[in-house]
């Protein structure tokens, strides 16, 4: 926990002179302004097959926030921090919990249109707590590969109207030491437009 600490007062401290300095990237004639800054508070389900199991599947529900930084129109340096719960798992009695810190770039599609299509890759960690011995508080490597689409509702709120992710990692569990979970986020966005 205290490494995790760690990388949020890191990513904090390189996003705030940004943040100082934030403007809109202007579009010249397309859909409003491109925000410097985005927000974003999200719904998630995940198909997972964390620990325990070989197929193991099943659901999970959660919620992300995300901090989105435009450097251009195009492209975007993105922060993820995600939590997702299920209780008596396969009817084992074992509760699971993992968190997901995710850090990477967004590539995204803009048009005339009111709707925003975004591929992205990030990388971390992932944090497990279970209520077996075995595999309390583990910690590993995490992967995302995924994307989505947004829209705009005014100048300062949007929505997250669909994300599908892949997110990897290697939680020890006992059998394989691999986690595949498949992400599906909706939620809602703050845009912040500074002028300094």
Same mark, same amino acid.
């Given at each position: 926990?205290? *490494?995790?600490?760690?990388? =949020? ?13 934030? *403007?809109? =990237?202007?579009?010249?004639? @397309?859909?409003?302004? @491109? ?18 199991? *070989? ?33 008596? !798992? ?5 509760? &699971? ?18 709707? !925003?299509?975004?591929? *992205? ?15 309390? $508080? ?15 509702? $005014? ?8 994300? !599908? ?9 006992? &059998? $394989?030491?691999?986690?595949? $979970? ?9 845009? &912040?437009?500074?002028?300094?």
């Amino acid at each position: 926990m205290k *490494q995790l600490r760690h990388v =949020i007062f890191l990513a904090l401290i390189i996003a705030f002179p940004w943040a100082l300095h934030a *403007q809109a =990237i202007s579009m010249n004639g @397309v859909y409003g302004d @491109v925000p410097r800054i985005e927000f974003g508070a999200n719904y998630n389900y995940f198909h997972a097959n964390a620990p325990p199991g *070989q197929c193991g599947c099943f659901g999970m529900n959660g919620g992300s926030g995300t901090f989105t930084y435009n450097l251009t129109d195009k492209w975007a340096a993105v922060a993820d921090m995600t939590l997702g719960h299920a209780n008596n !798992v396969d009817n084992s009695g074992q509760n &699971i919990t993992i968190f997901d810190y995710l850090f990477g770039g967004r590539y995204t599609r803009r048009n005339h249109g009111r709707y !925003v299509f975004y591929g *992205q890759g990030m990388m971390g960690g992932a944090k497990e707590d279970v209520n077996f011995d075995f595999t309390i $508080n583990r910690q590993s490597l995490s992967f995302l590969a995924g994307g989505g689409v947004t829209t705009r509702i $005014n100048p300062k709120f949007g929505l997250t109207l669909g994300e !599908v992710d892949w997110i990897y990692s290697r939680i020890p569990n006992a &059998i $394989n030491d691999r986690q595949n $979970n498949l992400r599906v986020v909706v939620g809602v966005t703050y845009n &912040i437009h500074p002028v300094f």
